[in-house]
């Protein structure tokens, strides 16, 4: 079955520490993203990567690195700089543009 | 500045009440208008895109509908199992892969 694999389901960090949280697709999507969720907000994006080794900052990236060394993987990195990351982390990916985004389960990030 | 804007922010129905929800849009010309259906501590899922106004595209007992500033998601006869925040999203033309999302409409439907 084609889709987006996001892991963990749920993360606790400590504060200073830094998490990174993985993402995997195997709809051989071009296109990835990562937005962040927090409640009674719509979905920011963060990152994202139209090609390998190919990424652009989003509206909130500050905090926040990525890398794109596969089409299949684009792992999201939480640095201590971030000063507020606990929230939902999504992941997508999509064919192109204009084209629908695909989403992964989601991960639930909590500072301690 | 392109915006997305949804209402209500919430809405409570009886099973069989038929309602829509709302999606204001504001971009400097749109490519491409998404509803994503979002359960509870899941990712959105995917129902449509609308491209241009008029446009109109169902799926079960879900409806929506483009003009040039807004998009309705008609819901007819709902169940309980509709009950979920729909989301609304945009690309513009200037924005490139760039999608802007509103904050959601989260329906509750009473069996």
């Known amino acids: 079955d084609g889709g987006i694999t996001q892991s963990p389901k749920y993360l606790f960090r400590k504060e200073g520490q830094n998490v990174t949280l993985s993402c995997e697709q195997n709809l051989n999507h071009d296109a990835m993203y990562w937005y962040r969720q927090d409640p009674g907000q719509g979905l920011r994006l963060i990152y994202y990567?139209?090609?390998?080794?190919?990424?652009q900052k989003g509206d909130i990236a500050e905090g926040y690195s990525v890398s794109r060394e596969k089409k299949e993987s684009f792992p999201l990195t939480v640095t201590s700089a971030q000063k507020n990351p606990t929230a939902f982390y999504l992941c997508?990916?999509?064919?192109?543009?204009?084209?629908?985004?695909?989403f992964g389960p989601g991960t639930r990030l909590t500072v301690l | 500045e392109d915006q997305v804007t949804q209402s209500p922010e919430a809405l409570r129905l009886q099973e069989g009440e038929s309602s829509s929800l709302n999606c204001s849009y504001t971009?400097?010309?749109?490519?491409?208008l998404f509803w994503y259906r979002q359960d509870p501590g899941k990712g959105p899922e995917f129902l449509f895109t609308l491209y241009s106004a008029g446009e109109e595209k169902e799926k079960e007992r879900l409806k929506a509908t483009l003009t040039k500033k807004e998009s309705f998601l008609h819901i007819t006869a709902p169940k309980p199992e509709d009950s979920a925040t729909y989301l609304c999203a945009v690309q513009a033309r200037a924005g490139g892969f760039k999608t802007i999302f509103g904050a959601g409409t989260r329906l509750f439907v009473k069996a």
């Open positions: 997508a990916s999509s064919i192109g543009t204009p084209n629908e985004q695909f």
């Open positions: 971009v400097s010309g749109l490519r491409g």
């Open positions: 990567s139209q090609i390998v080794n190919d990424f």
